[in-house]
C-alpha cells in the first residue's frame, strides 16, 4: 500500500510551471512538511500565456520569478525548466531522454504526473514522456546514464479535466490549502489567463477533501497509472 509518510523522494512533471500548483501543490506543502525531497520538471516558460499583448514580452520573464515563489510557498527544493516552446511539447528522443536521466539520478519513490487524456497538448505530451521514461529507467541498459531505478508508482493528477474515478484522493489540512492558494496567487500573470482557478482549486479541495475526510479536509485526486507495473518483490 502506498504510505506517502514512507517515501523520501518525490518527482513532478508539468508542462508549465503551475501545473505542479493546481495538480498536486496541497500534496506537495503536506510532503514538504514531513521533510521528503521535491524535485520538479518544468518544460516550457509558459510564452504564449499571457492576457494583454503588453505582456507579452515579459511573459517569460514572470515565469521565471513566479516558478521561485511557488517553490519557496510549497518546498521545492530542486527544478529542472527545459524551455521548450509552449504548445510544441514534443515526446521526442532528445526529451524523453532527458526525462530518463533525470528519474535515474533523483530516483523518486513516486512521481505525479499530467493524465493522457488531458485536452492541453502539452500536458499529453508530457504524461507520456513520463511514463515511458519511467519504464526506460528500470531497463537494464546503458549505465553511464546512472543505475537503472524503478519507481513504484506514478499518478496522474487534475488540471481542468477531472478524475472520474480517482485511485488515490490525498488529504491535507487548511494550512497545506491556504499554501497551494498562495502559489498560484504567486503566479501573477496567471490568475487573469485560468478563468476563476482560484475558485476551482477551492472547490475541487473541498470535493475530494471530504470525500475522503468529511468537513474541514481538502484533498487531491489522482489516478494510477497503469502504463508499466508495480513490482511486489520478495525480500524487499
Ligand atoms: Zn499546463
Not at 520573464?61 to 524551455?83: H, N, T
Not at 531522454?97 to 499529453?124: A, G, Q, W, Y
Not at 524503478?150 to 499518478?155: M, R, S
Not at 488540471?159 to 492558494?181: D, G, Q, W, Y
Request: some cysteine; overall charge negative; glycine content about 8%.
Amino acid at each position: 500500500m502506498l504510505d506517502l509518510n514512507k517515501i523520501e523522494r518525490v518527482m513532478v512533471f508539468g508542462a508549465h510551471g503551475d501545473d505542479e500548483i493546481i495538480g498536486c501543490g496541497g500534496t506537495l506543502a503536506y510532503l514538504s512538511e514531513l521533510e521528503k525531497e521535491i524535485c520538479v520538471i518544468t518544460f516550457t516558460y509558459r510564452e504564449t500565456s499571457y492576457l494583454k499583448v503588453s505582456e507579452k514580452s515579459i511573459a517569460m520573464k514572470s515565469a521565471d520569478q513566479e516558478m521561485q515563489d511557488a517553490d519557496e510557498i510549497l518546498g521545492i527544493g530542486k527544478r529542472v525548466v527545459f524551455g521548450l516552446p509552449c504548445r510544441g511539447v514534443v515526446n521526442d528522443k532528445e526529451n524523453f531522454e532527458r526525462c530518463m536521466k533525470l528519474i535515474r539520478n533523483f530516483r523518486p519513490h513516486v512521481i505525479f504526473t499530467h493524465s493522457p487524456t488531458d485536452f492541453h497538448r502539452d500536458h499529453r505530451a508530457v504524461s507520456l514522456m513520463t511514463d515511458e521514461a519511467r519504464e526506460k529507467a528500470w531497463e537494464n541498459l546503458q549505465s553511464d546514464w546512472g543505475d537503472p531505478w524503478h519507481t513504484p508508482l506514478v499518478f496522474y493528477y487534475e488540471i481542468f479535466n477531472l478524475i472520474s474515478h480517482p485511485s488515490l484522493i490525498v488529504t491535507f489540512t487548511k494550512e497545506c490549502l491556504n499554501k497551494k492558494l498562495k502559489a498560484m496567487e504567486s503566479q501573477v500573470s496567471q490568475i487573469s489567463v485560468l478563468r476563476g482557478i482560484k475558485q476551482q482549486i477551492l472547490g475541487r479541495a473541498m470535493e475530494r477533501g471530504a470525500f475522503a475526510g468529511g468537513e474541514g479536509v481538502y484533498g487531491e485526486a489522482f489516478k494510477l497509472s497503469d502504463y508499466f507495473p508495480m513490482f511486489l518483490r520478495q525480500g524487499e
